[in-house]
């Protein structure tokens, strides 16, 4: 067979993948539905609330980010909007007293506060005594920060309900996502109650969990970044790098400055050690912080400090250091009933990822394209290994 030959077949087949069709909305639908669970109700109602989000974010329609999505939905809520928590008053009511003490608000003026009547004609006190949900009990809250004045005071316009939605999101997250980027709904309350509903929760955890550009090439880096944070991953790596490189014991859990830290701040563990290499890495203390402080970005990469420290541990390791590692996270929350790590649920959510894969059926089949990377994700590939 001549090579002349051989090239007008390849010519030909890449015509026609060229002009082969995009998949329409309703065969996106589709091809989202045979991944679901057998058992999962609504798929028609999931479907949309998944496809639209992966539309308007353009991630792109594979079987893969299909099944991200589908995974972290299983694991954080059993594909439930607003699931029910067990002893959540019990909870509440610790947190309550904990935020007391801090404040160091009498009892009894507390008290009184919880007593009066609510929006609802309940008081605070029944209603967080009946509240199952975390959207029920962000409702109670919401309504004392906004009508009672020692409400204020105590939570400081801060709802201590932080997570929602089917995904979990954060709810801070979501604020700041709408502020960067169109939701494409229409809000009926607020922001703040479109995470607990399906298609607002679905939205902005795909948004958390694909929308935004990371260098790695296996989705577990990408669901320990959904537990602990954008770019933690990454920033995990950058600090065992700088571990090997010093000889320093730095906590890997992907945090590279202080939260809110001043410019004039004695620096945390992982600043301290990038300034004990400084000379050898060619970089002053001014340049390291600012570097440091691009770790929420995919900035950081470009620096000189992240570019410095990799090029050392790669010529003193003799081969290339992780770029990626998941952050050693325990995960602290008063819902858990036992030790959990970001390590644990990222695995998890890997697990459920590949029986998700395993799962889809014909449809799937029918749909798929040769052009259509199993692996891909907005901005680079990633396999569930």
């Given at each position: 067979?001549?090579?002349?030959?051989l090239?007008?077949?390849?010519?030909?087949?890449?015509?026609?993948?060229?002009?082969?069709?995009?998949?329409?909305?309703?065969?996106?639908?589709?091809?989202?539905?045979?991944?679901?669970?057998?058992?999962?109700?609504?798929?028609?109602?999931?479907?949309?609330?998944?496809?639209?989000?992966?539309?308007?974010?353009?991630?792109?329609v594979?079987?893969?980010?299909?099944?991200?999505?589908?995974?972290?939905?299983?694991?954080?809520?059993?594909?439930?909007?607003?699931?029910?928590?067990?002893?959540?008053?019990k909870?509440?009511?610790?947190?309550?007293?904990?935020?007391r003490?801090?404040?160091?608000?009498?009892k009894?003026?507390?008290?009184?506060?919880?007593?009066?009547?609510?929006?609802?004609?309940?008081?605070?006190?029944?209603?967080?005594?009946?509240?199952?949900?975390?959207?029920?009990?962000?409702?109670?809250?919401?309504?004392?920060?906004?009508r009672?004045?020692?409400?204020?005071?105590?939570?400081a316009?801060?709802?201590?309900?932080?997570?929602?939605?089917?995904?979990?999101?954060?709810?801070?997250?979501?604020?700041?996502?709408?502020?960067?980027?169109?939701?494409?709904?229409?809000?009926?309350?607020?922001?703040?109650?479109?995470?607990?509903?399906?298609?607002?929760?679905?939205?902005?955890?795909?948004?958390?969990?694909?929308?935004?550009?990371?260098?790695?090439?296996?989705?577990?880096?990408?669901?320990a970044?959904?537990?602990?944070?954008?770019?933690?991953?990454?920033?995990?790596?950058?600090?065992?790098?700088?571990?090997?490189?010093?000889?320093?014991?730095?906590?890997?859990?992907?945090?590279?400055?202080?939260?809110?830290?001043?410019?004039?701040?004695?620096?945390?563990?992982?600043?301290?050690?990038?300034?004990?290499?400084?000379?050898?890495?060619?970089?002053?203390?001014?340049?390291?912080?600012?570097?440091?402080?691009?770790?929420?970005?995919?900035?950081?990469?470009?620096?000189?400090?992240?570019?410095?420290?990799?090029?050392?541990?790669?010529?003193?390791?003799?081969?290339?250091?992780?770029?990626?590692?998941?952050?050693?996270?325990?995960?602290?929350?008063?819902?858990f009933?036992?030790?959990?790590?970001?390590?644990?649920?990222?695995?998890?959510?890997?697990?459920?990822?590949?029986?998700?894969?395993?799962?889809?059926?014909?449809?799937?089949?029918?749909?798929?394209?040769?052009?259509?990377?199993?692996?891909?994700?907005?901005?680079?590939?990633?396999?569930?290994?």
């Amino acid at each position: 067979m001549s090579r002349g030959f051989l090239l007008l077949v390849a010519l030909v087949l890449a015509g026609c993948a060229a002009q082969r069709p995009q998949m329409t909305a309703a065969e996106a639908r589709a091809l989202v539905r045979s991944y679901m669970p057998a058992s999962l109700s609504d798929k028609e109602g999931w479907a949309a609330d998944i496809y639209t989000p992966m539309a308007v974010l353009e991630v792109p329609v594979t079987p893969d980010n299909i099944c991200a999505i589908l995974s972290v939905t299983e694991q954080e809520t059993g594909f439930k909007v607003d699931p029910p928590i067990p002893n959540l008053a019990k909870l509440s009511w610790a947190e309550i007293e904990r935020q007391r003490e801090r404040l160091g608000i009498p009892k009894l003026v507390l008290d009184a506060a919880l007593s009066l009547e609510s929006r609802n004609g309940k008081s605070y006190r029944q209603r967080i005594d009946a509240a199952k949900t975390e959207r029920e009990l962000s409702d109670v809250f919401e309504d004392m920060i906004d009508r009672v004045p020692l409400g204020r005071t105590f939570f400081a316009d801060r709802n201590p309900v932080r997570t929602g939605g089917p995904m979990q999101v954060s709810v801070a997250f979501a604020m700041a996502h709408a502020r960067a980027r169109q939701y494409p709904y229409p809000v009926h309350e607020s922001m703040r109650d479109e995470v607990f509903t399906r298609r607002g929760g679905m939205y902005f955890g795909i948004a958390h969990l694909l929308d935004y550009p990371a260098p790695y090439d296996r989705y577990l880096y990408r669901y320990a970044d959904f537990n602990a944070g954008h770019y933690a991953s990454r920033n995990a790596a950058f600090q065992a790098a700088l571990a090997q490189l010093t000889g320093a014991t730095l906590a890997l859990d992907g945090d590279l400055v202080r939260s809110g830290q001043a410019r004039d701040a004695p620096p945390g563990e992982t600043e301290a050690a990038a300034r004990s290499i400084a000379r050898e890495l060619g970089i002053d203390a001014a340049q390291i912080r600012r570097d440091l402080e691009q770790g929420k970005s995919r900035a950081f990469e470009r620096s000189g400090l992240y570019h410095r420290v990799f090029e050392l541990a790669d010529r003193r390791g003799g081969k290339p250091a992780a770029r990626a590692v998941v952050p050693a996270i325990e995960l602290q929350s008063a819902k858990f009933t036992r030790r959990l790590t970001t390590q644990w649920f990222a695995e998890r959510v890997v697990a459920r990822h590949r029986q998700c894969l395993a799962r889809h059926g014909k449809v799937a089949f029918n749909l798929l394209t040769a052009s259509q990377s199993a692996c891909s994700t907005s901005d680079a590939g990633a396999c569930p290994q």
